[in-house]
């Protein structure tokens, strides 16, 4: 297996029998990791019956390697219609690597548009946003700007990006750029529309805007037939990120080892289970109590039916963190756990409080989280619980209704252009 060499592009060529509308999709993130499963080819999935996509993605060599994978990957977007286009992913040098993908995606977009006679380009995040926003004027097709968060902001909280510096200035005018220009603009939350209403009032007063959070497979994110054996208290996903709160997560942890001896502590994450076990537990009490290890993606769902409850600390109060819609919360809600998180974080305190499924911790401070700790145990006592998150899942998260709401928002654009 290999990727596809420099200015070549995978496919047979359009289809001109094919009645379903020509779309493309593009993405710096993988399909072959988590986020590209569960966040991207989800929703083409159900989308692909109408539209047939040209799907531009950029993928890990630790993801390529695994030629099954990629084989099976291969086999499913060629039964659902979608010509799969991957590229290497190239994470360095860090400012130059980005723009140089950039600039291949504007070519290979072109070349698509031109070739296939798109109809709607779906850009997934800022670099793909500003690549549509240069096709859409090279020929005319409309895009859709499917934001996901706030990212300028993001990488300002991280300590990636200095504001006001000229890569910060570049980026904010991209945005709003993008968001003047798109035919359509996709939030994840209520809280980063109105944020963004705020700081660019004229370009917002004319996007059509659809709030779809992120969403998940409720057919297999179900609760387990069994409960786990034990109290097991889990972390779903990508921990040294730098906005997420690894300190909080650390003083969960410890709360919750000397209030119950026998608890357990399962983080299925990529990172570096040297680096996060130095962090969370450097002087080395828990132990086997602790466990440290990725999951495949096709069996996050199997990991979570072995939890009690899971945990996510963001840097809420950033601005960066109204535009964050944790998909882990729609996996666990699903599976029928609470979530144990922090104020701050786009709709996620609105959603634990309007549902109760879970519990807000006011800080990192053994006293603070002793407390958490006492409330969740307190709702797990709670013989409805189980069913609460499951509705709160399917109210909030359902990918079924995500799709028909990213459909529906196609054929707004269409209908108008």
């Not at 979570?304 to 964050?324: D, I, N």
Request: proline letters at 7%.
């Amino acid at each position: 297996m290999r990727f596809t060499t420099p200015f070549s592009v995978i496919g047979a060529g359009p289809d001109m029998t094919d009645p379903r509308i020509p779309t493309l999709y593009l993405t710096r993130n993988g399909l072959l990791e988590p986020l590209g499963q569960s966040q991207v080819l989800a929703y083409l999935r159900g989308l692909s019956r109408d539209y047939r996509i040209t799907l531009i993605t950029y993928e890990k060599d630790a993801d390529w390697a695994d030629a099954a994978r990629v084989a099976r990957q291969r086999a499913e977007c060629a039964a659902l219609g979608i010509d799969w286009q991957p590229q290497r992913f190239l994470p360095r040098p860090r400012l130059i690597a980005p723009a140089l993908s950039m600039l291949r995606m504007v070519w290979l977009t072109a070349r698509a548009a031109r070739r296939g006679g798109a109809r709607l380009i779906h850009a997934r995040s800022y670099i793909p946003a500003a690549v549509a926003l240069v096709v859409s004027r090279l020929t005319g097709v409309p895009f859709l700007f499917d934001m996901r968060a706030l990212w300028p902001e993001e990488l300002i909280t991280a300590g990636r990006m200095r504001r006001g510096s000229l890569l910060h200035r570049a980026m904010v005018a991209a945005e709003r750029a993008c968001l003047g220009r798109a035919a359509g603009v996709v939030s994840l939350t209520h809280a980063a529309v109105d944020h963004l209403t705020r700081l660019y009032p004229v370009e917002m007063a004319r996007a059509r805007v659809a709030v779809i959070p992120t969403c998940a497979d409720l057919d297999r994110f179900v609760p387990a037939a069994t409960p786990p054996a034990g109290r097991v208290y889990g972390c779903l996903g990508t921990l040294l990120s730098g906005w997420f709160r690894l300190d909080w997560l650390a003083a969960f942890i410890a709360a919750a080892a000397r209030r119950d001896s026998e608890a357990r502590f399962d983080l299925t994450t990529r990172d570096d289970p040297a680096t996060l076990r130095a962090a969370i537990d450097p002087a080395g009490t828990l132990g086997p109590r602790l466990r440290i290890a990725p999951s495949d993606p096709d069996r996050v769902q199997e990991v979570l039916w072995q939890q009690t409850a899971s945990v996510m600390f963001y840097a809420g109060g950033e601005v960066s963190e109204l535009g964050r819609s944790p998909t882990r919360m729609a996996e666990i809600l699903g599976c029928g756990l609470p979530v144990v998180a922090n104020e701050g974080v786009g709709d996620v305190a609105r959603i634990i409080r309007d549902h109760r499924v879970g519990v807000l911790a006011t800080g990192p401070d053994p006293a603070a989280m002793e407390a958490a700790f006492d409330a969740l145990l307190a709702l797990l006592d709670d013989p409805d619980l189980p069913r609460r998150c499951r509705h709160a899942a399917e109210a909030v998260f359902s990918l079924s209704g995500g799709t028909a709401d990213y459909a529906a928002l196609y054929a707004r654009i269409l209908s108008s252009s």
